[in-house]
């Protein structure tokens, strides 16, 4: 830390995100989320072809990726924005809708880099515990706030909150409301068809699970037209690169590929809660590509160091002291894990 450093981060700021083991095949990864299958087989020649086009910037708005996304999705190009990765989207919120001094509302636990921005941007938080069964408490639809977020499914729980219960929590609350969808596609349903009921809310969605594009960095937000334009207006000027267009968008439109990757997830997934709620481990119902579990004796980080032993990583947050999240991996990643587990 340098003496040029703003006092007001402090010399601990900053996210930490997941470690990064050396990409040498002897670690399972299974810290960060990231899909057990590869991308599409037409994404590698789509970054090729792209690859041509370098000496050009890319479309300031992602196109042709966002028209494919509102065709997707149903909506008008004007209510996407593609941006790199949801991190940034995120970012675009806190430059749009909060003034230094406004006040962003989240529940706790959940993504943790939203503190993180917030307190670079000057916000004061609002940290709103969870109730029982890491559900949403009923304050996050009524605290006062320009700003708020529920990531649904939650990170790190999993836990995942129907669209129309959603709405009944969070229909009358004031300010901008972000729905963080990274996660949606291996639950039940999403958000984005109650858009045009609600022009104060905001989806953001991701390339980097569902279509295992994390080393692409593609995220998109989707809205109505006049805060989509807010967020662009606060974008960075080229946020995605030729090749990352290109790559998604191959993804996007090889949907048997991408429903493969979904369905191993979710069957793995209840393959892995079954045998570790058999081991005698608390494992709460997920609705996302990982499973946020208590191993019998609540010693969440001797089992996390007797793992890494075993080149085989979990995430242990020292704020959950007694639990693991373990991301869903292949069924011979899952079975090593399992197998390690005893």
């Known amino acids: 830390m340098s003496r040029y450093r703003r006092a007001s981060l402090g010399p601990d700021f900053g996210y930490v995100p997941g470690e990064q083991p050396p990409d040498d095949g002897s670690w399972l990864k299974l810290n960060t989320n990231e899909s057990p299958l590869p991308p599409s087989p037409h994404v590698a020649d789509a970054v090729r072809e792209a690859a041509a086009g370098l000496r050009r910037y890319p479309d300031p708005f ?8 509102a065709d997707y999705h149903g909506v008008a190009p004007a209510q996407v924005l593609v941006v790199n990765g949801g991190d ?16 962003v509302v989240y529940p706790t636990p959940t993504y943790s ?14 940290e709103l515990p969870l109730d029982d069964g890491f559900q949403f408490p009923a304050a996050l639809g009524t605290a006062p706030g320009a700003l708020r977020f529920a990531v649904n499914p939650n990170s790190p729980t999993g836990v995942w909150m129907a669209p129309d219960a959603l709405e009944e929590l969070l229909g009358d609350a004031p ?22 009921a609600h022009d104060n809310w905001v989806v953001l969605r991701t390339f980097s699970k569902s279509h295992a594009l994390a080393g692409l960095r593609v995220g998109y937000a989707v ?29 996007l439109q090889d949907e048997p ?3 493969t990757i979904v369905d191993t997830v979710v069957s793995e997934r209840e393959r892995v809660t079954t045998s570790l709620r058999s081991k005698g ?41 007694d639990r693991l999240r373990i991301s869903v991996g292949s069924p011979a990643e899952n079975d090593r894990l399992l197998d390690a587990l005893g």
């Open 62 to 69: 992602g196109e042709p990726l966002r028209s494919a996304l």
């Open 88 to 103: 940034q989207a995120i970012d675009c919120c806190f430059r749009a809708f909060c003034e230094p001094g406004d006040t």
């Open 113 to 126: 880099l939203f503190p993180t921005l917030a307190t670079m941007f000057g916000v004061a938080q609002t």
């Open 175 to 196: 300010g901008v409301i972000v729905i963080d969808e990274a996660y949606c596609d291996f639950a039940p349903g999403s958000c984005i068809p109650l858009l045009s």
């Open 223 to 251: 809205g109505s037209a006049a805060l989509i334009d807010d967020l662009a207006a606060v974008k960075d000027s080229y946020p995605v690169d030729r090749c990352a267009i290109a790559g998604a968008l191959a993804a």
């Open 257 to 259: 590929h991408h429903r």
């Open 281 to 321: 481990w608390d494992v709460a119902n997920s609705g996302a590509n990982f499973v946020f579990a208590r191993p019998p004796d609540g010693n969440a980080s001797k089992v996390h160091r007797q793992l890494r032993d075993q080149h085989i990583l979990v995430r242990h947050f020292t704020s959950l002291p």
